[in-house]
């Protein structure tokens, strides 16, 4: 049974870099062809994909924060790590890791299906 659990500061202050690490367990991030993710959700506000590190090692970050962000893993920990830089308060949310994978497309272009995720952890930008 896979297993993520994020963990980090649930505190950081404006300006500063969010470091976030997500523990995998079950399940090894470098042999399946997954694609190991942040997503986050603002309160009040919906799910937002930030990006992913593939079991490859290759990178995929959404548009409107890939200037900021930064996804990287420790294979020997079995662990992927987000780090979002020059935080405001309106990086405030719920940030989940997740495993994505893709089921039977035969397409150029194929959606992530979310299969496990980690609970969620709060991080508040606040000085």
């Known amino acids: 049974q896979v297993q993520l659990q994020e963990s980090g500061p649930g505190l950081v202050k404006p300006s500063q870099t969010l470091s976030l690490t997500c523990t995998v367990s079950?399940?090894?991030?470098?042999?399946?062809?997954?694609?190991w993710s942040w997503i986050r959700q603002p309160p009040g506000k919906g799910l937002e994909w930030i990006g992913y590190?593939?079991?490859?090692?290759?990178?995929y970050y959404s548009p409107s924060l890939k200037r900021r962000t930064s996804i990287s893993r420790d294979t020997s920990k079995n662990q992927f790590t987000l780090q979002l830089s020059s935080v405001s308060p309106e990086d405030t949310a719920i940030y989940y890791c997740a495993r994505g994978e893709v089921d039977g497309c035969s397409g150029y272009v194929c959606p992530l299906e979310y299969d496990y995720w980690g609970r969620g952890t709060l991080v508040t930008v606040s000085s």
């Open positions: 590190i593939a079991y490859s090692g290759s990178t």
């Open positions: 079950g399940g090894s991030i470098t042999t399946g062809h997954y694609y």
